[in-house]
């Protein structure tokens, strides 16, 4: 009876050791709310753009409809066959020097980009994820410099990460948040947020790549 209570203690003192090990090196990491098993068709509604740069919800909505068909996981689609929609707005641009040379000419930059990206459950007709501040960040070179580019180019890379973030976004779904997500509770039917949900949205989606490496759109329906 002596034996077998100390071998008792010396399991329960075991099992006590291994719980007060040290778990800083343990993380935690939530699985993937996928998109539920409806969403098969995704389209991308054509950004808006709240800045005053002209041209850039263009270039973001053929990234980001780019990068969907380079992922392969939803068909992309226009968005009276689709059932969701990729809705957003870019709304700011920032360009802000961030280094001078000796004649105090700004040398290097960073440029930031914020989007506002939200995507719509067409059957449920409601949200299903928002991100109200979505950033893109890219610091370069002036194109004088060696390795430097031009801002436009510094653009492309940048609408590039940009579309990366939200196909992640939809595609790996609400574990890869990015920016404050916020869920709301259904609006009334017909309605989002109070808007009447506009079926008829043209949308376009890239055509085949040209020579220079950009691809172009080609209008689905209008």
């Known amino acids: 009876m002596k034996k077998f209570l100390m071998t008792a203690l010396a399991v329960i003192a075991a099992g006590?050791?291994?719980a007060c090990m040290d778990t800083s090196n343990?993380?935690?990491?939530?699985?993937?709310?996928?998109?539920?098993?409806?969403?098969?068709?995704v389209a991308v509604r054509p950004f808006t753009n709240k800045t005053p740069q002209f041209g850039l919800e263009e270039k973001v909505t053929l990234k980001v409809a780019e990068e969907l068909l380079k992922n392969g996981e939803y068909t992309v689609s226009t968005e009276d066959s689709a059932d969701g929609v990729i809705i957003g707005e870019i709304v700011n641009y920032i360009l802000t020097p961030i280094q001078y040379d000796v004649n105090?000419?700004?040398?290097?930059y960073k440029m930031n980009v914020i989007a506002s990206v939200r995507f719509l459950d067409r059957s449920e007709n409601r949200y299903l994820w928002e991100e109200p501040a979505l950033q893109a960040v890219k610091i370069y070179s002036a194109a004088a410099l060696p390795g430097g580019m031009t801002e436009e180019a510094a653009r492309e890379e940048l609408w590039e990460t940009l579309a990366k973030n939200i196909t992640l976004r939809t595609v790996?779904?609400?574990?890869?948040?990015?920016?404050?997500?916020?869920?709301?509770?259904p609006p009334p039917e017909g309605t989002?947020?109070?808007?009447?949900?506009?079926r008829k949205q043209t949308i376009s989606v890239?055509?085949?790549?040209?020579?220079?490496g950009n691809a172009g759109l080609k209008e689905l329906d209008r």
């Open 16 to 18: 006590f050791s291994t």
């Open 104 to 108: 105090m000419v700004a040398n290097v």
């Open 172 to 185: 790996e779904g609400f574990g890869s948040v990015s920016s404050i997500s916020q869920k709301k509770l």
């Open 26 to 41: 343990i993380t935690y990491k939530p699985s993937a709310q996928k998109m539920p098993v409806h969403i098969r068709r």
């Open 206 to 212: 890239p055509s085949d790549t040209g020579s220079d």
């Open 192 to 198: 989002v947020d109070g808007d009447t949900i506009n």
